[in-house]
């Protein structure tokens, strides 16, 4: 009767044990989703920059330093979303294992990009400006139709270079004479971008640290829950072949009774 009582509480144990994998299992599902999404649009965007602007022999030069960056991090952000959700929905250790190994590195790079930017002493001008050079036109067009200025500096860079200037770098004013007659004129814009950005980003710090950190805690998370659901099975799997060895040896020694 005790062996019997003591088996039954296992029995509990193991059955409480299984609901709480699978809640835990459905909420690092839910958020290596949400990694994956944000992922497929950082890689989305940057496939777009790509294919509008940048040339092979650009891309392989390795100077892209800010289109490097955002590739990397779209892709392990990717990459750690896809394991996450197969792990989460397979209950696998050796895919748990390989997705608690990849939350570390990219943790891990995540914080060596923060120091080297620290080290190499980089501000958000000097970002800012590696990120213009480096975007497509259409990416430009719309943050100078939104700040209403042309070019990092101002139209004056234009000077120098054979780039055109686009129409997002001109205002557009209708004249209305005295006969009811409209006459458009285009007026060129003479701020540039770059003062606005900073000045957007400096004023909405709080948002987009925000964002970032919600990203490293949601990862800091999973490393959490994925270690625990592996420590877990692993109770899990131990339980299973003890029951199954003293069910072998039960059974060897009823036939040797017989």
């Known amino acids: 009767m005790p062996s019997s009582s003591s088996h039954l509480k296992r029995l509990n144990m193991f059955s409480m044990d299984n609901k709480l994998i699978g809640w835990l299992r459905h909420v690092m ?58 792990a989460g929905a397979s209950e696998a250790l050796c895919v748990l294992r390989l997705y608690l190994v990849l939350l570390i590195l990219v943790i891990a790079s995540e914080i060596g990009g923060i120091i080297a930017l620290n080290i190499l002493q980089m501000r958000l001008d000097d970002i800012l400006l590696n990120g213009w050079a480096e975007v497509n036109q259409g990416t430009r067009n719309i943050i100078q139709n939104a700040f209403g200025c042309c070019g990092f500096y101002g139209p004056k860079e234009f000077a120098y270079t054979n780039y055109p200037l686009s129409n997002s770098c001109y205002d557009t004013i209708q004249n209305a004479d005295a006969d009811s007659f409209t006459e458009a004129q285009q007026k060129l814009k003479q701020n540039g971008c770059g003062a606005p950005l900073k000045f957007w980003m400096n004023e909405n710090k709080a948002i987009w640290c925000s964002v970032l950190a919600a990203v490293g805690g949601l990862q800091l ?38």
């Open 29 to 86: 599902t839910a958020i290596s989703i949400i990694v994956f999404i944000i992922g497929c649009f950082v890689l989305g965007y940057m496939a777009w920059v790509l294919a509008t602007s940048i040339t092979v022999s650009r891309f392989l030069s390795g100077t892209l330093i800010f289109t490097y960056s955002v590739l990397g991090v779209g892709f392990l952000l990717f990459l750690s979303g896809l394991i996450g959700w197969v």
């Open 221 to 258: 998370m999973c490393v959490v829950l994925c270690i625990h659901i592996i420590h877990k099975l692993k109770d899990k799997v131990g339980y299973k072949r003890t029951s199954s060895s003293k069910r072998r040896l039960h059974n060897e020694k009823g036939g040797y009774s017989l």
